[in-house]
């Protein structure tokens, strides 16, 4: 047997190939699902250039505005040509404010406008009673990627810091401010940030999302500032005067009212200005895109922005995303694939009702319960049957009939907000999709209790029809597993059969849970890995849905006659194949909820008996766990 199966299992598989990989220059890594963006990319950028030279051949609907969008994106002589004026209105309307009277008396506008305030308001599914809308209200962000950031001993956050200022600086100067009048604004921005950082949660406290469910009165809502009217601006927006209103992040809510003060103001003034002035770059002349971007590339250890031409695609296909996703799934994705990877799902639905019948640590009452949500589980396949109804409304405005890219998006996108205002009070469509079909990823919504896995990320390696089944179950099987586990890891576990948090759990049970979580959270914390350490406790609940759809897709796979646990568990490490900067390494492990691709990879299989039996591990390798240290929840 292999030496380097027993010593690392990544390795062993992807060794090869991260000899060779290179990291694209405009990307923060290459792997499994960066190859099959990438691929997705250029497949469809070269559709949007056929449709730009022929006309005639795109298809009716809405294909047609985003093929417009696409091109005013990609017009850089003309966004050369208008350089920083596009955004001037914007900029003045910020400029043109004397004090808070004047921000407060056009606040419902500024909202519907896309304009930064010190807090973000929204509608959503009310988190207890999930079949209908209600409004939110959240903190600002930060400028830098976590609350951690700011800490003395941080090693990036002053650094971090300078770049963002010297950044900003330039594009306020490249905006027609002189230089000192770019670094104040710059300072007061930075200053009015430093007011924020202490009353908002850091990654780890935001990743159990039970703590955003805070119920309060209109009253309530309206008294935590005194300077900002929050009761008219909640009336004006959705029709109504709420009777509660979930507030987020309740410390930094009840901090407002001594952050948003007259004294403020000329900090909150020019933090608004930096807001904007950063916000549009994206959508300006190429010397500004690129300006823009210099943090952001800095974060991420990124050497080159993204071609002005790839650049104009993202933008199109941001924009109209699920537009261009249901054209993609329906070319692509084929009947025959849909049925079986559907086949494949509720395959993982019956071993997991098998397993949860047969749980020896839960109640009967908790395993029923368990049971009925399992059975309740939404699944959408390839590509939804409908996009959103606001689609309807992207009416390209051409450079013909006088339109610029900025018109455009700022029309688009206070659509898209009008139309979230709209659906207070009103129930969720439970099948409307949240991700484009496009997009290489998939996911498990637990207010909708659905799991959703879009076409672009059912194919090599995760999935093929020319590959053995073996192979399929340890890639998208095991995916598909992972998303019904999250229905069961520490956050979806809160949440009932209809989405609502309800605890449906035994007291005992609910006990017994924790401590195995407890388990997965001290099985990964502290693992040395980019010159940092992973957060056991930010990482678990993806942890845990790993854990359950790993062991899961094994049981499945054991079941075919043809059964390979080589090339079940090889693909499971070939899917998380990754080459990645070491400073976007690093602020993935500050912010991101999952754990680095190499650890998913190595340390579940450590969990898997039926992974010691077929390559010999033995105690003095290192991929061994003693038995009593492997973590089995579901």
Same mark, same amino acid.
């Given at each position: ?315 199109? #296909? ?145 999935? #093929? ?69 992973? #957060? ?34 090889? #693909? ?63």
């Amino acid at each position: 047997m292999t030496s380097l199966q027993k010593q690392d299992f990544y390795e062993y598989v992807n060794g090869d190939w991260l000899k060779t990989a290179e990291i694209p220059a405009d990307k923060p890594a290459t792997g499994g699902f960066q190859d099959l963006v990438d691929g997705i990319d250029e497949q469809l950028m070269a559709e949007f250039d056929h449709f730009v030279a022929h006309p005639e051949t795109i298809p009716a609907g809405r294909m047609q505005d985003a093929i417009a969008y696409y091109q005013l994106a990609n017009d850089y002589e003309m966004r050369d040509k208008l350089g920083a004026t596009p955004i001037q209105p914007l900029l003045d309307r910020v400029a043109s404010l004397s004090n808070l009277a004047d921000l407060d008396g056009q606040l419902a506008d500024w909202v519907l406008s896309g304009l930064p305030l010190p807090f973000a308001v929204e509608v959503d599914q009310d988190m207890k009673n999930t079949k209908f809308n209600t409004f939110f209200a959240a903190p600002a962000g930060t400028i830098l990627p976590d609350k951690t950031y700011y800490e003395a001993d941080h090693p990036q956050g002053q650094n971090l810091m300078e770049v963002f200022s010297e950044m900003t600086v330039q594009v306020l100067n490249k905006m027609g401010y002189e230089i000192a009048e770019a670094k104040k604004i710059m300072a007061d921005a930075q200053a009015f940030d430093a007011l924020i950082v202490p009353h908002v949660r850091s990654s780890e406290e935001n990743a159990d999302y039970s703590k955003n469910y805070n119920p309060r009165s209109f009253g309530e809502f309206r008294a935590y500032s005194s300077q900002l009217d929050l009761g008219k601006l909640t009336e004006t927006l959705v029709g109504t005067q709420p009777e509660k209103i979930i507030i987020t992040e309740p410390e930094y809510f009840k901090a407002l009212d001594s952050i948003v003060t007259p004294e403020n103001f000329v900090l909150l003034k020019h933090w608004l200005l930096m807001q904007v002035a950063l916000g549009y770059t994206g959508y300006l002349s190429e010397e500004l895109r690129q300006l823009g971007g210099t943090y952001g590339r800095y974060l991420s250890g990124i050497t080159e922005a993204k071609a002005p031409k790839k650049a104009a695609f993202y933008l199109a #296909n941001g924009r109209f995303s699920q537009v261009v996703g249901s054209y993609y799934g329906r070319k692509y994705f084929g009947p025959k694939a849909k049925a079986d990877v559907e086949h494949m799902v509720h395959t993982m639905i019956r071993i997991y009702q098998e397993r949860l019948e047969k749980n020896t640590w839960l109640s009967y009452e908790t395993r029923q319960k368990a049971i009925t949500k399992l059975n309740t589980l939404g699944i959408h396949v390839g590509y939804p049957e409908k996009i959103p109804a606001y689609y309807d409304k992207f009416i390209t405005k051409t450079k013909e009939a006088g339109g610029t890219l900025i018109e455009n998006a700022l029309a688009f996108s206070r659509i898209v907000r009008e139309d979230n205002f709209s659906k207070y009070g009103q129930e969720k469509d439970r099948d409307e999709w949240e991700m484009s079909a496009a997009t290489v990823n998939a996911y498990y919504h637990p207010f909708l209790n659905v799991i959703v896995f879009p076409a672009a990320i059912l194919q090599a390696p995760f999935y #093929n029809l020319e590959q053995s089944a073996s192979a399929n179950y340890g890639g998208i099987g095991a995916v598909i597993a992972h998303e019904i586990s999250h229905a069961f890891d520490n956050n979806g576990a809160k949440f009932d059969e209809f989405g609502n948090m309800n605890n449906w759990w035994t007291e005992a049970d609910l006990r017994h849970f924790e401590e195995l979580s407890k388990g997965m959270i001290a099985e990964f914390d502290g693992i040395e890995f980019a010159s940092g350490k992973v #957060n056991g406790t930010l990482t678990v609940s993806e942890n845990i849905a790993d854990a359950g759809g790993l062991s899961c897709a094994l049981a499945a796979a054991k079941r075919d006659g043809d059964v390979s646990l080589d090339d079940f568990f090889t #693909n499971w490490a070939k899917i998380w194949r990754t080459k990645a900067r070491e400073q976007y390494q690093q602020l993935l492990l500050a912010i991101d909820v999952h754990a680095p691709a190499k650890l998913r990879a190595n340390v579940q299989l450590a969990n898997i008996d039926d992974f010691y039996s077929t390559y010999q591990i033995e105690p003095t390798d290192k991929m061994y766990l003693p038995p009593e240290k492997r973590v089995h929840i579901w």
